[in-house]
């Protein structure tokens, strides 16, 4: 699965964007694949923020961002979205999304990562 991520940009405090994952496959995402999105701020590690199950749609969240993102698919586009509402400062960091067959909250586990995509919050 070959990943692509856009929709990063510059936002003030309080203000949402969306970001956008496209998957690339020959053939299909089988229905367990999981399908996330992780973070990495300067110095520090890269962090889970969320995920979701390609056939069923169950999500999972990062304690720090439920309530605010909202991840979601489009089956037949291979796309994948991160709503980020209420941003934070602390939301500032580069985004990744990434795809595996073997786990859902460990960056270890994804073996298919996009480009990441800047996101800016200004206080």
């Known amino acids: 699965v070959q990943l692509q991520a856009s929709g990063g940009g510059l936002v003030q405090a309080g203000g949402s964007l969306r970001l956008s994952c496209a998957a690339s496959v020959s053939g299909r995402i089988f229905s367990s694949y999981i399908m996330g999105w992780f973070r990495q701020a300067p110095g520090k590690e890269r962090e889970f923020v969320s995920a979701?199950?390609?056939?069923?749609?169950?999500?999972y969240y990062a304690d720090n961002v439920k309530g605010r993102f909202t991840i979601s698919r489009v089956s037949a586009r291979n796309m994948v979205y991160l709503q980020m509402d209420s941003l934070k400062p602390e939301d500032t960091a580069v985004y990744f999304c990434?795809?595996?067959?073997?786990?859902?909250?460990?960056?270890?586990?994804?073996?298919?990562w996009g480009q990441g995509t800047l996101v800016t919050v200004s206080s």
């Open positions: 990434a795809g595996t067959s073997r786990g859902i909250f460990a960056a270890r586990t994804y073996d298919s």
């Open positions: 979701i199950r390609w056939g069923a749609g169950t999500t």
